[in-house]
């Protein structure tokens, strides 16, 4: 799980390394990633020492766009995927920043692994009266009704060398903030992963 957890931003910090050799113009831009990277990095290892007993959420007011905005801005996707964003400001929840970060960043990484050739990744938020809902949604391989089935049991993955530990903690996460996730697939043409969350109730203040 922890593999699973550190892939993303150490290639961030990879791809953005290499960006500043090839373009120096770009280094005071790439050094806010890697510096926002590494700060994730440790939140996760933090995180990591309380594994032995489930760290209680710390909850805090979250507009849902701008926590989306902050992990894109500091992730560098391949050329090959077209990214499309359609947030509705003002969903805020009463949510841990770190593990629903967590949350977003896993699913957008099994959205690009399953788009090796390229593709579109959309990421849209909306709302109701009680919930929010964020959507991932790819282009890529898709998945089998069997694979489905299996799809949030830990230690099954669809990936060679996965651990299968990253979807079950995903949705243990969406869980213990009282909301759920849900998935449709179909081979060959893609995949999407919805998330419903209650929304911050008015006058929440942080647990």
Known sequence: ?????????????????QMMEVDPSTSAEMLTIIRDNVKYILE??????????VRALVKEPLEVDALIRRLMDRRILPD????????QQGV??????TKLTRVIDNLINNAVE?????GELLM??????????????????GMSAEQLNKLFQAY???KMGGSGLGLSTTRRIITEHGGSITVESEQGRGTRFIVDLPLAQAGSVRE
């Open 92 to 97: 805020k929840l009463q949510a841990d920043d």
């Open 124 to 141: 849209r938020v909306s709302r109701d009266r009680q919930s929010a809902r964020i959507e991932v949604i790819d282009t890529g391989c």
């Open 44 to 53: 996760v290892l933090d995180d990591l020492r309380t594994m032995t007993t």
């Open 156 to 158: 099954y993955s669809t």
């Open 80 to 87: 090959e995927i077209d990214v499309e964003l359609r947030l």
């Open 1 to 17: 799980m922890l593999r699973h957890d550190l892939r993303s931003p150490l290639q961030s910090i990879n791809n953005a390394a």
């Open 114 to 118: 399953a788009m090796p050739d390229g």
